[in-house]
């Protein structure tokens, strides 16, 4: 019998927890908390202001200067000693350091993105031990390199007068960027502890894939071992899932060998296959990995499997070129968001914070996230969730927007980041492709870098020969090397928008925003594949008021200037408002209006996008959140409140969509599906004024073919609307099944939406305590759009919210209330608050509200 209770013992000694750390020019030592960051270690002792907190951001810039230090002690028993080995394991050092075990010399650390194994039995003794951490000022450690160079590198997101991030393997946007501030941290940023190695360890475990069918899949598992004696032991496999799959291999481990290679073979008859979510279960296998001797387990892994194909299908066709994935065999539209550090203090990121984005994301109907470049490789935590949650992952390597150094230092130190991040992420299904950087290939194209840093021709030559050594040399042989299955990219965007080239491959527009195009611009420039467009809007009131004071409440005040990081932000955002709503009576107003209006513009895009299938296959919009409180482009906020834009996505990315698009004198309907069956529904088409009188009704029975677009039916808008009516009335489609259960439903409007003939509603809302949950059902006697519902103290997301509502239609939306009672509940009932766009509108805008409304 195996002895489980000594695999468990003695294992690992956890250094998380307190900490102690001092400004290494006072040796002033408090108390720390790890994982954590200066900043954070500050602000806990009162000596720093909130850094996201009213205009806190720029007074803090001086941390960045200094070095800090940390420090703390353990006890090391004599048994635990008695190991064959110990490593200092440190998953994340933020950045430039120096890591002392007893007053001696360890290791030192330059990246952020790699976590270090450091053997150090050696340096430990039985009893009290101490381990101290020097960090250097990332500023102060790079200046020389950059004085050096003679000139800058185009690191324009950088708010750095010198661009020092480019020398720094840290998050690029550590420094600044469009939307975050510039807090350049230091810190020990993951989980710190002892590991125990008793005889043999497990370093590394392999899942590669031969084939795979619906009735067949064949499979491999490499472990790499390294043994501290020569002993024989055995390896036994289990799978929870597929008890057919266990094994006991025998084995002999040699200390002389180094590192050993095994390869477990497995062969599984009808497996079951992960999927994205929408089209099916994402399975997974669960296997543990024991290395037994006398019936003792000295070292263990486990590995989570899912059996898929993913292919990333990008060449030449008939139209153009191709980019999109294809799943199992099928041609998957991918559906999602870019993902950016959900804190700029990375370490408040915690296993809570990553459910609840994938709650979101999985609730929002998305299988695809970006992890963009400039951020940071996400923890392992992340991609567990991604994998069960049937999310695909496209993930950048950490370079964005700028050139980069290419000098064998250099190299070396992005050779290991990579390798380190590929061998910790590649066994994860949601990986579905790997891509080299953000953007730069369109910036060299597109940016004018040569002129905006006056590089000579010779020099500028040499820095593109820099970029190519880096991406299509450095990182392509790393995944030849260790992952060469999956696709890489150099850099995306492969079509860039400026040419309009949008039958080329995938795209980021930004024709609508930085160029301040109109967002009908959506519907033109349709390309393969969107991988980044967005507009930016601000944070609701309930959300402002936490960083602000009232004082601060408009749009010119220092403090939103502070919490916009893009210079013409706040500008555009009204100079599209004015195009499309009447002017809002007052600040808070101007937030919801604000996302009224980043809601409806992608609305345009997500429509064009899906009924274009098959030409365009994929829809990422940028952002899915925020790093922090300000004006951006999410669809959650810094606080995890959903925004409009959220809303939105979700019911633009359900499985079934209808686009009503007008087409010179008619509106055609157009139904999109991703399922991978066909089956049979009911359309429902209906015209209703304001009043909600149906003044025209259709239906029919449509088949709804699998993995498709088509229009299903069309309507002439002059022989069933009145050019007078056309202001109070709306066209609604809805796709029911058999059971009378709604697919999804869409609406459109004949007049912009500042001459809508919207009216003061009569709203009611009745409510309903459930277990742990609360559901509103609304009604009202004339047409309310953009209804928004919040609660004061509330704690989560409505199932939908910023929604349009019909007269004597009952409208029911939910909320979780986990661990409240329902008394708590019922006091929450009071504090519930709804508004609409009739109600933003100025008094002057109302003066001028039309209120004809449609006739029989």
């Known amino acids: 019998m195996i002895n489980e209770e000594y695999m468990t013992q003695m294992k690992t000694l956890p250094l998380n927890g307190t900490w102690q750390f001092c400004q290494a020019d006072t040796q002033d030592w408090r108390n720390a908390e790890v994982p954590g960051c200066n900043f954070t270690d500050l602000l806990a002792h009162n000596l720093i202001d909130d850094p996201f907190d009213r205009d806190n951001e720029s007074h803090l810039q001086?941390?960045?200067?200094?070095?800090?230090?940390?420090?703390?002690?353990?006890?090391?028993s004599a048994a635990q000693l008695a190991h064959s080995e110990v490593n200092l394991v440190a998953l994340g050092l933020d950045t430039f350091c120096d890591i002392y075990l007893n007053g001696q010399h360890l290791a030192s650390g330059q990246n952020m993105f790699v976590g270090q194994h450091l053997p150090c039995k050696s340096l430990l003794v039985e009893g009290e031990n101490e381990v101290e951490i020097h960090f250097r000022s990332p500023m102060n450690e790079v200046y020389p390199q950059f004085i050096a160079n003679g000139f800058t590198y185009p690191a324009e997101n950088d708010k750095s007068d010198e661009k020092l991030s480019v020398f720094c393997r840290k998050a690029p946007c550590h420094f600044g960027w469009d939307w975050g501030p510039k807090f350049v941290t230091s810190g020990i940023w993951r989980d710190i502890y002892l590991a125990f190695i008793d005889s043999a360890e497990i370093k590394d475990v392999h899942f590669v894939q031969q084939t795979l069918s619906a009735q067949r899949a064949d499979f491999h598992i490499a472990l790499d071992v390294s043994a501290m004696t020569d002993f024989d032991a055995q390896l036994v496999v289990k799978c929870e899932q597929a008890p057919q799959l266990n094994q006991i291999l025998d084995v002999h481990l040699s200390a002389q060998a180094g590192e050993q290679s095994m390869l477990v073979n497995f062969t599984l008859n009808d497996p079951?296959?992960?999927?994205?979510?929408?089209?099916?279960?994402a399975f997974l296998y669960d296997f543990s990995f024991e290395l037994v001797k006398d019936k003792r387990v000295i070292a263990r892994r486990e590995q989570a499997v899912g059996l898929r194909e993913i292919e990333v299908v990008n060449q030449a066709d008939e139209m153009g070129e191709s980019f999109y994935f294809k799943v199992n065999g099928h041609p998957v539209f991918m559906k999602g968001a870019n993902y950016i550090p959900d804190d700029s203090f990375i370490h408040r990121v915690n296993a809570q914070r990553h459910q609840q984005v994938f709650d979101a994301v999985v609730a929002g109907n998305m299988n695809m996230l970006r992890v963009w470049g400039g951020g940071i490789y996400q923890d392992d935590t992340f991609y567990e969730l991604a994998d069960r949650n049937g999310i695909l992952i496209w993930q950048d390597f950490m370079f964005a927007c700028t050139l980069y150094p290419a000098d064998e230092a250099f190299l070396a130190n992005v050779k290991q980041e990579a390798e380190y991040n590929v061998k910790r992420l590649r066994n994860h299904p949601c990986i579905a492709m790997w891509c080299g950087n953000n953007e730069v290939d369109m910036a060299i194209e597109k940016w004018q870098w040569a002129e905006k840093f006056d590089y000579s021709d010779e020099l500028y030559e040499r820095l593109k020969q820099d970029y190519i050594r880096l991406f299509d040399d450095c990182l392509p042989k790393v995944i030849n090397s260790l992952d060469a299955q999956r696709f890489y990219l150099r850099s995306s965007p492969i079509g860039f928008w400026e040419n309009d080239e949008d039958n080329k491959a995938n795209h980021h527009y930004w024709g609508v925003w930085h160029g301040e195009e109109p967002f009908s611009e959506y519907k033109k420039r349709v390309p393969r594949f969107m991988s980044e467009y967005g507009f930016q809007s601000f944070p609701i009131a309930e959300s402002t008021h936490r960083f602000t004071q009232p004082e601060d409440r408009e749009l010119e005040s220092a403090v939103m200037?502070?919490?916009?990081?893009?210079?013409?932000?706040?500008?555009?955002?009204?100079?599209?408002?004015?195009e499309e709503f009447n002017a809002p009576k007052d600040f808070d107003q101007l937030l919801y209006l604000s996302q009224v209006q980043q809601a409806l513009g992608l609305k345009m895009a997500f429509e064009a996008h899906r009924a274009a299938m098959p030409f365009c296959m994929g829809t990422l919009y940028w952002q899915l959140n925020d790093t922090w409180p300000a004006a951006s482009w999410s669809g959650i906020d810094y606080y995890g409140r959903w925004k409009a834009l959220h809303y939105q996505a979700k019911r633009s990315f359900a499985s079934q969509l209808l686009v009503i698009e007008p087409e010179q004198d008619e509106l055609i309907v157009t139904l999109v599906s991703d399922a991978l069956h066909t089956f049979a529904a009911k359309l429902e088409i209906q015209l209703y004024d304001f009043s909600g009188e149906i003044h025209w009704y259709h239906e029919q029975f449509v088949t709804v073919l699998a993995n498709s677009t088509e229009n299903v039916f069309s309507l002439n808008v002059e022989q069933f609307v009145p050019r007078h009516g056309l202001a109070s009335s709306v066209v609604v489609a809805r796709l029911v099944q058999e059971d009378s259960t709604q697919l999804c439903e869409n609406s459109h409007f004949f007049v912009p939406n500042k001459s809508l003939a919207l009216q003061p509603a009569s709203i009611s809302c009745k409510h309903e305590i459930g277990d742990q949950s609360l559901s509103l059902m609304f009604t009202t006697d004339t047409f309310v759009r953009q209804m928004y519902v919040s609660m004061a103290e509330q704690i989560g997301n409505f199932s939908d919210n910023?929604?349009?509502?019909?007269?004597?239609?009952?409208?029911?939306?939910?909320?979780?209330?986990?661990?409240?009672?329902?008394?708590?509940?019922?006091?929450?009932?009071?504090?519930?608050?709804?508004?609409?766009?009739?109600d933003s509108f100025s008094e002057d805008a109302l003066a001028g509200t039309p209120t004809i409304g449609m006739k029989s």
């Open 62 to 76: 001086w941390i960045e200067k200094k070095d800090w230090h940390y420090r703390r002690s353990f006890i090391v």
């Open 272 to 281: 079951k296959r992960w999927w994205p979510n929408g089209l099916g279960e």
């Open 561 to 578: 200037q502070v919490h916009q990081k893009h210079p013409r932000g706040n500008k555009l955002i009204r100079s599209y408002m004015d």
């Open 802 to 838: 910023f929604f349009d509502l019909l007269p004597q239609q009952v409208k029911t939306i939910t909320i979780a209330l986990p661990n409240m009672s329902q008394q708590q509940i019922a006091d929450l009932v009071d504090k519930v608050r709804w508004q609409s766009l009739f």
